[in-house]
Every structure is written in C-alpha cells, then in structure tokens.
C-alpha cells in the first residue's frame, strides 16, 4: 500500500456517483438493458489510483493524463464525452465518499447510452466507482509476477494502417484482454504479455511494458504499434532523469527481455509488477524495483 497508508476495513463499501444523480448506493442500478456498453462494449473508461492528497483527504492519480487520454479515446469513437469539468466533478464526489488515508480504484465509465436513443444524439451514461485494491494486485506489486507470451495474431505495425482496430483506445471491449488473463492463470503464471505475429513484445492486457537496459529505461513506441499509452509509463518516463536514466522508445524481443537488468508491467492501480520469469524462464531481480515502486507512490508494506 501507499507508504503512511492503511488497508481498507471491510466493512467500507464501493462508491457509486452517477452523473445527474449524485451520489447513490453501490447497488443501485445504473445501466439499461439495451445500454450499447452493455450490448457492444461501446464506450470509454479510465481507471486510476486514488491516494492521500496530503490535505486529509484523497484524490486521483495522474488525472489530467487520464483525462486527456478518455477525451482522445472518446473522439476516436466518435462518441460525445462529458466535459472535462463534469467528469472531474464525478471524480471528486467519488474520492470525497472514500476513507482518508486509504488506497482504492477509481473508475471513470462513459457508454453510448441506450440502443433507443443513441442514433438519434440521445445521452451518454457516465459514472464513477471507488473499490478497495484487491489481495492478488497487492500482491503482484509485492512480490512481481510471471507472465507468459501470447500473441495477437497481426504484425505489430498493424493497427497503425487500420483505425477500425481502435489501436491506443481504452474502449470497454475488454474480452479480448480478459480472456487473455484468464487463459495465462489457466496455464500456471500470473499474466500475459502480448506479442506481435513478427515476434514483438508489445503489452500486457492490462498493461504496459517497461524495462531497463543498462541506464536507458525503455518502453514500446505507441505510434508505430497502436498499443495503448500507459499514463504510469509516461509518467515515469517522462521523469527518468530523476532516477539517473534516460528513456527511450524501443521494439524488442521476448528473449531481448529476458537479458534486460529489469523488466516490469506498469498499471494505474497495481502500480509496477517485476516480471520474475517470461515463458517459464526465470527473469534475475531488479535491484531498482524498490527505487521505482517508491518513486511512483506504490510503496507495499505487505498488506
């Protein structure tokens, strides 16, 4: 957990806001029937990490890169997201519901709406959750995690030359990445990593690749590969020099990992996740994984 934090009680519920409505209970029905995202996965989401704002009270993570990130997701659907303002106001009832000094996941969702009125400009569904961390994400940021490859069938170059793929959207048709997850558990490891049908290795189905070879912290390239940019990633990227590395944008291989003086999965919740073995071979410890997991505000206390 977040160092100078608790674990969440259980007696502490879910949040719920909805936009128009407020704040309801946790079981409150939200959706239609025939809502799209429900029938076609059609809508956006964000997730991200909530934590103390140092003022006594919490706030979200890298919201401006979430933001910017669901409002770049919404136009490449074409769908008619709420302001930035409402969207920030749902966020800020949210975390207002949420205990002080308690770590949690923050979801943003926005659906077309219902089948019966979306053709015709009719309102988007837009709400926001606050859940407790779960024990298997704390635990992945504890302890790492091994992954096995997977591919996804397309060079990795092809989402760049087919927009209809929605290559970098964080749409809600997740089955794909779902599946993936559960067909990694299936085989004895904790995730996936996907890998391109040319032999790449490009994300996870949550999240994004980073590694560290020799002072050079590296990640994949959004733009040639259409994976989705990972706003942890970028923030600590962005910020290499803090840690005395410079960063880069770079396509490699899983064995090329396996050589690399750190690899790691990077999410707005889980945080960073060592990756302790890819494919069954055992990948050597970071020593800079603490140095990151600290740096990031992820410090686990083994809660």
């Not at 997977?150 to 048709?173: E, M, N, Q």
């Not at 989705?228 to 590395?245: F, V």
Request: net charge negative.
């Amino acid at each position: 957990m977040i160092a100078g934090t608790r674990s969440i009680p259980a007696v502490v519920q879910p949040v719920l806001v909805v936009q128009g409505r407020g704040v309801v209970p946790a079981d409150t029905p939200v959706l239609r029937a025939d809502d799209l995202g429900v029938l076609r996965g059609d809508g956006v989401f964000e997730t991200m990490h909530v934590r103390p704002d140092g003022h006594g009270g919490v706030q979200p993570w890298l919201v401006d890169e979430h933001l910017a990130r669901m409002a770049r997701s919404a136009a490449r659907m074409e769908l008619a997201l709420p302001a930035e303002s409402a969207l920030r106001e749902l966020a800020a009832l949210a975390c207002a519901q949420w205990p002080v000094a308690a770590e949690g996941a923050l979801r943003l969702v926005c659906t077309r709406g219902a089948e019966a009125t979306a053709a015709t400009g009719g309102p988007v569904t837009c709400f926001a959750t606050v859940n407790p961390i779960g024990a298997a994400t704390l635990a992945a940021r504890r302890d790492g995690i091994t992954v096995t490859t997977i591919s996804l069938g397309y060079p990795a170059d092809a989402r760049t030359s087919a927009p209809w793929l929605l290559g970098g959207v964080k749409s809600l048709s997740y089955a794909i990445n779902m599946a993936s997850q559960r067909w990694a558990l299936a085989q004895g490891v904790d995730d996936a990593l996907w890998v391109s049908a040319d032999g790449y290795a490009l994300e996870g189905p949550t999240s994004t690749l980073v590694w560290l070879s020799g002072d050079t912290l590296c990640t994949v390239p959004v733009e040639t590969t259409g994976i989705l940019p990972g706003t942890t990633a970028r923030h600590l990227l962005d910020n290499a020099g803090d840690l005395g590395w410079t960063a880069a944008e770079r396509m490699v291989t899983p064995a090329e990992l396996a050589a690399a003086d750190g690899v790691w999965l990077l999410s707005s919740v889980r945080g960073i996740a060592e990756l302790r073995a890819i494919d069954g071979t055992a990948t050597a410890p970071s020593e800079h994984t603490e140095k990151l997991r600290a740096y990031l505000g992820f410090t686990n206390l083994g809660c």
